[in-house]
């Protein structure tokens, strides 16, 4: 068994400034290139809360000809998100899929930005992940399962909505967390796990590790979903410190 703490696990694609721009290509803005080819993001949450997969672009004439750019590229790049000072961590690879200057799309997604500050919406999509089904002769039911799951999220976002945040639903989007909560200027990005019994005892995919590199992401179990639930709210380093991590599945390749 491999067991990963915070402090390892923490450090697994952490990029300081100077290797990120190394790596990528410097530069103030968040779509780095290099000989007109765009290398890489470099993004933070704070300025673009639904990234990786939303980004709001300005009106700068630079960061508005990379967004075009990327767009026609068509090619998977590395993301990267800002940790703190000097701190980079790598969140996946992802393409541009489309760029809406709609005045509605505009609207739904400009977030703290006036409308005129905005020039348009750009999609991404990440590459392909694969999903690893986990099975077990001690796992409930079928039917239970979705009890569990449907209890479980209902209990979260009636936890939220008592504290005022507004809560969109995910759940089919396949971005790494299941509920985006916002209040006033705060978002968080929601995983949501449910048990059947006392025990918090969950299964987390590759891409939801991935997307707990996000500040504003947080782990929400609730433990004995249907008959008492109890709620216990995780931030990423609490989650890593709290949590023994136990790899059940690998990919071999031939070399």
């Not at 721009?21 to 300025?47: F, H, P």
């Not at 790598?90 to 799309?105: E, F, N, R, V």
């Not at 399962?145 to 999220?153: C, D, G, P, Q, S």
Request: glycine fraction near 6%; proline fraction near 4%.
């Amino acid at each position: 068994m491999i067991i990963f703490t915070y402090e390892e696990g923490n450090r697994v694609n952490i990029l300081t400034t100077p290797e990120l721009a190394e790596k990528l290509a410097g530069g103030d803005s968040y779509i780095r290139t290099k000989n007109n080819v765009v290398k890489g993001l470099a993004i933070t949450t704070e300025l673009n809360p639904e990234a990786p997969e939303v980004i709001v672009v300005g009106g700068g004439p630079n960061i508005k000809k990379n967004a075009r750019l990327f767009l026609d590229q068509q090619k998977y790049v590395p993301v990267y998100l800002k940790q703190g000072v000097n701190a980079w961590k790598l969140l996946g690879k992802y393409k541009a899929d489309k760029y809406s200057q709609d005045p509605k799309t505009i609207e739904k997604h400009r977030q703290h930005r006036t409308a005129e500050e905005v020039d348009g919406i750009l999609f991404l999509s990440a590459e392909e992940n694969y999903e690893v089904k986990v099975t077990s002769s001690s796992f409930p039911d079928s039917k239970k399962r979705k009890k569990v799951e449907l209890a479980a999220i209902g209990y979260v976002i009636t936890h939220y909505e008592h504290q005022g945040y507004s809560i969109s639903d995910r759940q089919s989007d396949n971005c790494g967390y299941d509920l985006f909560a916002e209040k006033d200027k705060t978002v968080l990005k929601i995983e949501v796990k449910g048990t059947s019994l006392d025990e918090q005892r969950f299964f987390l995919s590759k891409n939801e590790r991935a997307k707990s590199a996000d500040p504003q992401w947080r782990l929400a179990i609730v433990a004995n979903a249907i008959d008492n639930p109890e709620l216990s709210i995780y931030n990423t380093k609490e989650m890593e410190k709290a949590f023994d991590f136990e790899p059940l599945c690998w990919e071999c390749k031939s070399r």
